[in-house]
């Protein structure tokens, strides 16, 4: 006989949620309705009633994540010593300067966020040769004034022109 399919019911939807929003996973919100993970993936992208559950769900984990946060960066925890046979030692509240940091970045991350500040200071030195012996007289001159004036107005670039000596050398 073919075993029944299970029905992914609003009660079932409820506990998926529920379980979720206590403990961020979503193999125990799966486990605790009796459903599969790939069911209550699926039914996240189909039915835009359960999809609104998950995602206040979600909000109320992560609330309450940082509320977690929150106590053990400003609040601190308090954790004991104690005797090998249970008698108290002493007291003494910890905090998270980790989280602090974390914290402070997640709500000013305008002041206490990263920057990165990346410079390049790379010099390339590339030569061309250029044959101007197609470039009438005039023409050479306009290069002249065009290269000295980006040489001038950016001193990384230097511009050299070599004239090739016009008179015929001897032949081959």
């Known amino acids: 006989m073919p075993k029944k399919p299970i029905q992914f019911t609003a009660r079932r939807k409820k506990t998926a949620c529920e379980v979720f929003s206590a403990t961020g996973s979503q193999v125990e919100a799966a486990d605790a309705a009796k459903i ?15 999809a609104q559950m998950w995602a206040d769900a979600s909000e109320r984990f992560i609330s309450n994540l940082e509320r977690a946060a929150h106590l053990r960066a400003v609040e601190g925890i308090e954790e004991e010593k104690r005797s090998p046979t249970g008698a108290l030692i002493s007291r003494t509240r910890k905090y998270s300067d980790g989280l602090l940091t974390m914290l402070l970045k997640a709500h000013r991350p305008d002041k206490y966020g990263q920057t990165l500040k990346v410079e390049n200071k790379t010099t390339v030195d590339v030569k061309h040769r250029i044959d101007l012996g197609s470039l009438s007289p005039d023409q050479k001159q306009a290069l002249r004034l065009l290269l000295s004036d980006t040489s001038s107005a950016t001193p990384e670039i230097t511009v050299e022109i070599d004239e090739p000596n016009s008179e015929p050398g001897p032949a081959d």
């Open 36 to 50: 599969s993970r790939s069911t209550l993936l699926r039914h996240k992208h189909i039915d835009p009633v359960f």
